[in-house]
């Protein structure tokens, strides 16, 4: 098989990106290790900036985005049950982030492919990307007992923190850098009515706790855990029971449970690889970086380094100028630090830390006091949750 662009993880990245490509006449291949039912049981995040709306729609599948999402305007941070407002929209200039959940938003994904016939091959095994440096790369999968070989100008490693792109650079040309947090994430999907129409992000002694929501009457709740947990340890009573101690009395009055859905705990790491690109392998998203999900920043930092992709290689193709994916790289990367900086800001500053000192606990009572009697800060916090521009 040949094509122009070969990528590689069909996650909201590859998939973006293809999509993106295709309407501007592009041909691309999209490789996924999983069948798609798998990919679309997945469940992640919720919150989108506005620059990612803005994608999904110049990709043209927004039109569900649009109707069933809900714009957000501010959260509510909680220390010790008390709680506050954050007003994005008054401290981002009028903007505000949309809540969809990245369930949706890859199926709209999957859908425009299909309409478009777009090529995304699913239960691809053994994907491997050769000859990176050359300019001829290819990739290799496997299918049943037949490998299959497809040449292209270009591979995209979109797969993901365990995909193989990011892993077919040589390790003395990558640099990484890693920050494992001593806890993870409890969520609990359920049908009920959320607590509270804006999110409530809850700093408590006993562990943070987080309320979302993917609809009216579909609910996301989060806690933290120790790494040493197993999902079998927490029964949905146990679940909601720590759930309610952490949050604001009134919160915890009003709350709805119900039987979850799904129930998974995610660790809590930050994580950067350099340079995004490798002679003809570019990558893109959590193959490249993560985050500690506090700040919201996974998905939309994924969305620019698409966008910057797309772009670099419309100049490619559309003009014969490489000086987009020259400089991809350096661009992405300047912004997923920044990335990085918020994630790690907002997790230090609402979880407990198991091995903290009384003085780490002084500073962030101290950052909380200080935010909320700050209208800087809290501009900072805003232009940083809606999304610093591309
Ligand atoms: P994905 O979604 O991991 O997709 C990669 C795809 O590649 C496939 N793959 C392979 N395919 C072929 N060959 C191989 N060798 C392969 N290896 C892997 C995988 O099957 C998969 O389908 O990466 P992508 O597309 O870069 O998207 C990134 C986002 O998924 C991620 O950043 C977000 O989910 C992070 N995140 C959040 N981000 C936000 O912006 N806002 C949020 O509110 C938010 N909440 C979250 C989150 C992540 C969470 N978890 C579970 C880590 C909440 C949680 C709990
Ligand atoms: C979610 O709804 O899954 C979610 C929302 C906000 C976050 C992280 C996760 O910061």
Redesign the pocket.
């Known amino acids: 098989m040949k094509t122009q662009v070969c990528i590689?993880?069909?996650?909201?990245?590859?998939?973006m990106l293809s999509q993106l490509l295709h309407l501007k006449g592009i041909a691309t291949i999209v490789?996924?290790?999983?069948s798609r039912e798998?990919?679309l049981a997945?469940?992640?995040?919720?919150?989108?900036?506005h620059g990612?709306a803005a994608l999904m729609r110049e990709a043209q599948c927004g039109e569900r985005m649009d109707r069933e999402g809900e714009i957000h305007e501010g959260f509510f941070i909680s220390n010790h049950g008390d709680m506050k407002r954050v007003d994005l929209h008054k401290y981002s200039g009028g903007s505000s982030v949309v809540v969809y959940g990245?369930t949706e938003l890859t199926r709209d994904l999957y859908e425009a492919r299909d309409r478009l016939q777009g090529v995304v091959i699913h239960n691809?095994e053994d994907?491997m990307p050769h000859d990176l440096k050359s300019d001829k790369p290819y990739v290799t999968?496997r299918s049943g007992d037949e490998i299959v070989r497809i040449d292209c100008d270009y591979v995209i490693g979109?797969?993901?923190?365990?995909?193989?792109?990011r892993k077919s650079i040589p390790k003395n040309v990558l640099k990484e850098y890693e920050k494992v947090y001593p806890f993870g994430?409890l969520?609990v999907l359920s049908r009920t009515q959320p607590v509270s129409p804006e999110l409530v992000y809850a700093r408590h002694e006993r562990g943070f706790a987080l309320c979302?929501l993917r609809s009216q009457v579909l609910s996301r709740y989060?806690i933290q855990v120790p790494l040493s947990d197993n999902v079998e340890d927490w029964s949905d009573d146990a679940f909601w029971a720590e759930l309610k101690r952490r949050l604001p009395t009134e919160v915890a009055e009003k709350l709805i449970t119900g039987a979850s859905i799904e129930k998974?705990i995610?660790p809590l790491r930050s994580f950067v690889a350099e340079p995004m690109r490798y002679g003809n392998l570019f990558l893109?998203?959590?193959?490249a970086h993560?985050?500690p999900?506090t700040g919201?920043?996974?998905?939309?930092?994924?969305a620019s380094d698409i966008y910057y992709l797309y772009h670099a290689l419309l100049d490619h193709y559309q003009r014969g100028d490489d000086s987009g994916l020259d400089g991809y790289s350096a661009k992405a990367l300047a912004r997923v630090w920044k990335a990085q900086r918020f994630s790690w800001w907002m997790t230090t500053m609402l979880h407990t830390f198991p091995d903290s000192i009384e003085y780490d606990r002084k500073l962030q009572q101290t950052e909380l006091d200080y935010l909320f009697s700050s209208e800087a800060a809290q501009r900072s916090l805003a232009e940083n949750y809606v999304g610093l521009p591309f």
């Open positions: 590689i993880g069909g996650g909201p990245s590859g998939l490789l996924e290790r999983q798998y990919v997945r469940i992640r995040a919720g919150v989108l900036e990612f990245q691809a994907v999968y979109a797969d993901g923190f365990h995909g193989v792109s994430w969520g979302s989060y998974s995610a893109a998203g959590d193959a993560i985050v999900p919201a920043r996974g998905l939309n930092s994924a």
